[in-house]
Nanobody
Framework: VQLQASGGGSVQAGASLRLSCHVS????????MAWFRQAPGKERIIVAS????????YYAFYAKGRFTISRDNAKNTVHLQMNRLEPEDTAVYYC????????????????WGQGTLVTVSS
């Protein structure tokens, strides 16, 4: 299973970006999916997650109201729509997948993408 993240870039504060994570070698309808991010010099932390049925969605407190996770099963792709970006959102964003049904969105993920860099300037 391979995850390919894309959509990062350099934007001004207040702008929007849409990240995409295409999964190959597996079907996303059988995975719980998540987005994480790692800012320079900091640990990787969760941004948002969605269970395989799409009924369970989690957002970190800083993402609530600004970010939206979604999945397109037909395209085997998960998206992260990010609005009203702030300089504090600058990080490498990673998508992750697990075949285990997680009760904790911070649980162990089996597969990781390579990351896509988001830079937000003030």
């Amino acid at each position: 299973v391979q995850l390919q993240a894309s959509g990062g870039g350099s934007v001004q504060a207040g702008a929007s970006l849409r990240l995409s994570c295409h999964v190959s070698g597996g079907t996303i309808s059988t995975y719980d999916m998540a987005w994480f991010r790692q800012a320079p010099g900091k640990e990787r932390i969760i941004v948002a997650s969605m269970n395989r049925s799409g009924t369970g969605i989690y957002y970190a407190f800083y993402a609530k109201g600004r970010f939206t996770i979604s999945r397109d099963n037909a395209k085997n792709t998960v998206h992260l729509q990010m609005n009203r970006l702030e300089p504090e959102d600058t990080a490498v964003y990673y998508c992750a997948a697990t075949s285990t049904s997680l009760t904790n969105p911070n649980g162990n993920y089996d597969y990781w993408g390579q990351g896509t860099l988001v830079t937000v300037s003030s």
